[in-house]
């Protein structure tokens, strides 16, 4: 899997071998949007057309086009979980963001990993 960007909307690349294209979707909103094409610069240009096709069809039906995800994550807990985290974040050196960030990414990767 690789990914490309336009604007502030990430696509996930993978190729189809059946089809023999590369198939994209952008991945950091809610909605579904899926693009594909023979070449590396068809699917860029498939990328810019839907992208701009989801924006003026969410116009037309009057509907705020899902924004790109913020990059801020909230969440809540115990204050011994808290204590835990920041004990493990010590361990391996790293702050307590940067290493919920990387065990989160990892979880979710392995979680989303279709060979698992």
């Not at 990430?10 to 294209?21: C, F, G, K, Q, S």
């Not at 909103?29 to 989801?54: H, M, W």
């Amino acid at each position: 899997m690789s990914t490309m960007k336009l604007d502030d909307y990430i696509a996930r690349i993978d190729y189809d071998e059946d089809r023999e294209v590369f198939h994209g979707r952008i991945i950091n909103i809610r909605d579904v949007v899926n693009f594909y094409g023979a070449t590396p610069a068809e699917l860029k240009q498939e990328f810019r057309n839907s992208l701009e096709c989801y924006l003026e069809v969410c116009a037309e039906r009057g509907l705020e086009p899902a924004k790109p995800y913020s990059g801020r994550f909230n969440i809540r807990m115990s204050s011994e979980e808290h204590r835990l985290i920041a004990q493990a974040a010590e361990h391996h050196g790293e702050s307590l963001n940067a290493w919920a960030r990387k065990t989160l990414d990892d979880a979710a990767r392995r979680e989303l990993d279709p060979a698992g």
